[in-house]
Every structure is written in C-alpha cells, then in structure tokens.
C-alpha cells in the first residue's frame, strides 16, 4: 500500500495580493509551500504550480516533484493525480498548498479513517450563528444544523478518485464533491482550527501567530547494532548491495546500519527496538529485507505525529570501503523514509585494527536520528 500527497499550488492567490501568489510568501521565514511540504514529511509529494512559478519553484525547492496545474484547482488535482497514475499509488491525500498548518495528527486521522472507506476528509461543525444578507442589512438567518465548514487534506482510495475525476472533475469547488458526485461515501474526520487556508492579508499574521505558539517537541534517539561476518561474496549495508569478501550473518538481511538507524528512530519515540516489532523467533521475519523495518519506524513515528529531521548513521568496519557508496547508501535510506537527501548521513570509520571490528570479524554500527513533532 502506497500513500501520495498531491500539493495544489498552481492559484494565482488574488484575494491575498502581494508582489507574488500567497503559496510563495514567506511565513515565519519560510515559502508557504515549504512549510506545507514539511508537513507531509515521510510521504511522497507532487507539488502542483502554475506554469509561470516553475523557475522559482526549482530555485526554492529544487528536491520537490513537480506538476503544472491549470486553470481551476479540480483541473490542477486531476493532472497531478494523472501524473500518478503508473506509481502503485493506493491511497492519495489532497492538499491545499495554502494550508501549511495541516498537523502530522489531523494526516495520521485521515490515513485511518481510509481503513474503513474510500474516502475521508477533515471538518469543522459551524458554531457561529448563520445569517443571509443583502446591502450590509440582514435579512434572513440560517440553521447550523449539520453544516460543516470543509479542510484539505482530503483522502481516498486512489483509483476512486482518479476514476471520479475522469468522470465529474468539472468546476468542483473540491475533491469531495467530485467523489460524491461519483457516488462515493465520504467519512468526515474532525479538522483542526489551526489548519486555516492562507486566503487573504491577515491570515499570514494569524499563521505566524500559530507557528509561535506551537510547542515544538524534538526527541532524539540512538541506535547500536552489531552483525558477525560469515562465509559469502556480498553485505547489505544502509540497502546497499556492497560485493565483498565474506558476508553478515543475521536472521534478517543482516543490514547492519538501518538496523542501527531503525533503532535509533523507535528509541526516539520510546518504542522498543528492532527485536519488540520484529522477533527474531518468528520466522516470517527470516532472510527479511530490512526496509521492512526502517519503514515501520518512519509509519510508527508519523502515526505519533513526529517526522524525521535528520540522522547519522556511522558504519564501523576496516572492509569493505564504504566511501564509494555512501552517496548511494544515503539515497537509498532517504527514499525508503520518504525524506529528502540532505536530512540522511551515512559515514564510516575504522577501529584501528582494534577489537572484533579491528580483527575483521564483523561490522558495528551506531545511529541517531532526530523527529520532531508538530
Ligand atoms: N487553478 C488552481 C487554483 C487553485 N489552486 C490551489 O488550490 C488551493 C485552494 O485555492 P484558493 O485558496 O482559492 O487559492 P487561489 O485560487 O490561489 O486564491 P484566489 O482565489 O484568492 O486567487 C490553493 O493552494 C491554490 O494554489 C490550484 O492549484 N490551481
Ligand atoms: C478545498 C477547500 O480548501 C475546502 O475548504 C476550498 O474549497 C478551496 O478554496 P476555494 O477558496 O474554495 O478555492
């Protein structure tokens, strides 16, 4: 199962006005569209921009994927979800760009309540009073009753959506009305006031506010593993098919550094070790490839509402050389976490010729990895 973010950022931001559209401000320091990626840290994104945003867009986020969108915002949600069409993509949340306070939390409840449907979106009940009006004088009220004002993300099952956008995508104002007009039961989750959509001037200082008031909770958590070698031609390390002269002897794949890194992410949260997820006695977990795990972490830690900011993973061995394929090691690592390249370190040292490491008995690893919530 496979989860994308489709970021629609291809509006002109008019009632917002500034020398540039509103998703391209700064907020708090950063572009709008930032911020939102961020958000949705340990998914895959495809961002949505106007034709006329792309340099900017590669200049400001040059590890985004890119989309153009077009002239209305169902037009832009349908050529991102065309542009997914051959991924393997089964569940897709829907986004505004413009909404860059969308929590970890209100994402994690979405991605449940798709457990049980093909389709989930965040809601407020109205709580203020409904009145109709006409040249600044009431002249009519409105019950609240069963009247819910509407987020994003909006979440489904993808080839529902994509099936209801060939059908319905018309003028939609958003996704849920294509899907309803598809026929397709939408679960309504509670939204969250903080996740307001940046519409005009004064929203930005309101956003600003918010961002400060957020209680940023940063864990930490470290990761040590140790696997012997044995007779064979290659190791796995950090997913890396590295040939070499003996291999590592492990229940698992024996990838020596995402064990240590997968351990340093649920240390962090306070959730066991590799051992509590997986046990070794159980023996479907024999011969696994270890992304099973690094991604079971990276779920758990979004299920908690934390996000990876970064991590080091320091490999301790005199062989094999682990220079020529750290770079590979470290993509390898940030596309199995869905995170971009620069939050991954991978390095290596010897031990001097000291010690089981020094004698060339096995490799070590150590690891720390940083989540944040937000
Ligand atoms: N053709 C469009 C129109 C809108 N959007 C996106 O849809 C979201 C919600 O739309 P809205 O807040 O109305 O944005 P704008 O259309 O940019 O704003 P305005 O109506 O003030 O011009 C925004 O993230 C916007 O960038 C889009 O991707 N493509
Ligand atoms: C999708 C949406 O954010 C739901 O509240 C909203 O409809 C999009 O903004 P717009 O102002 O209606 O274009």
């Known amino acids: 199962m496979t989860t994308a973010a489709i970021i629609v950022a291809a509006g002109r931001g008019t009632r917002a006005g500034g020398e540039m559209p509103k998703q391209w401000q700064l907020l708090a320091g950063k572009p709008v569209v930032q911020h939102t990626l961020e958000a949705f840290s340990g998914i895959p994104c495809v961002l949505v921009i106007h034709p006329d945003d792309r340099e900017m867009a590669e200049a400001l986020l040059p590890h985004a994927r890119i989309v153009e969108g077009g002239a209305t915002r169902a037009q832009s949600v349908r050529n991102a979800l065309e542009a997914l069409s051959d991924q393997g993509v089964t569940r897709v949340l829907i986004h505004d760009g413009a909404r860059p306070l969308v929590s970890p939390a209100l994402i994690a409840r979405l991605m449940e309540a798709l457990e049980s449907g093909p389709a989930a979106a965040p809601a407020l009940a109205?709580?203020?009073?409904?009145?109709?009006?006409?040249?600044?004088?009431?002249?009519?009220?409105?019950?609240?009753?069963?009247?819910?004002?509407?987020?994003?993300?909006?979440?489904?099952?993808?080839?529902?959506?994509?099936?209801?956008?060939?059908?319905?995508?018309?003028?939609?104002?958003d996704d849920v009305e294509v899907a309803r007009a598809a026929g397709l039961p939408v679960s309504i989750v509670e939204g969250d006031e903080d996740n307001l959509k940046l519409t005009w001037p004064g929203d930005f200082a309101r956003a600003e506010a918010i961002l400060k008031g957020r209680r940023m909770e940063i864990r930490l958590g470290n990761g040590f593993d140790v696997h012997a070698f044995t007779a064979g031609d290659h190791v796995w390390l950090c997913g890396v098919k590295v040939p070499h002269d003996k291999a590592l002897l492990g229940h698992s794949d024996a990838d020596v550094g995402m064990h240590a890194l997968t351990d340093a992410i649920y240390g962090a949260l306070a959730q066991g070790d590799i051992g509590r997820h997986f046990p070794p006695s159980d023996p479907q977990w024999k011969g696994a490839a270890s992304h099973i795990f690094l991604r079971h972490a990276i779920d758990l830690a979004?299920?908690?509402?934390?996000?990876?900011?970064?991590?080091?993973?320091?490999?301790?061995?005199?062989?094999?050389?682990?220079?020529?394929?750290?770079?590979?090691?470290?993509?390898?690592?940030?596309?199995?976490?869905?995170?971009?390249?620069?939050?991954?370190?991978?390095?290596?040292?010897?031990?001097?010729?000291?010690?089981?490491?020094?004698?060339?008995?096995?490799?070590?690893?150590?690891?720390?990895?940083?989540?944040?919530?937000?």
């Not at 991590?311 to 061995?317: G, N």
Request: proline content about 2%; some cysteine.
């Open 126 to 173: 109205v709580t203020d009073a409904l009145w109709r009006g006409a040249e600044g004088a009431v002249t009519g009220t409105q019950s609240r009753d069963g009247l819910w004002r509407a987020q994003t993300p909006q979440a489904f099952h993808y080839e529902a959506i994509l099936a209801a956008h060939r059908a319905h995508g018309a003028d939609a104002a």
């Open 302 to 374: 979004l299920q908690m509402g934390f996000r990876l900011m970064n991590c080091d993973v320091t490999l301790i061995c005199e062989r094999p050389k682990v220079g020529p394929h750290a770079g590979a090691m470290q993509a390898t690592l940030a596309t199995i976490m869905g995170v971009e390249g620069h939050r991954v370190s991978v390095k290596a040292t010897t031990s001097e010729r000291l010690g089981f490491t020094g004698r060339e008995e096995g490799i070590a690893a150590i690891a720390t990895a940083t989540l944040v919530q937000a």
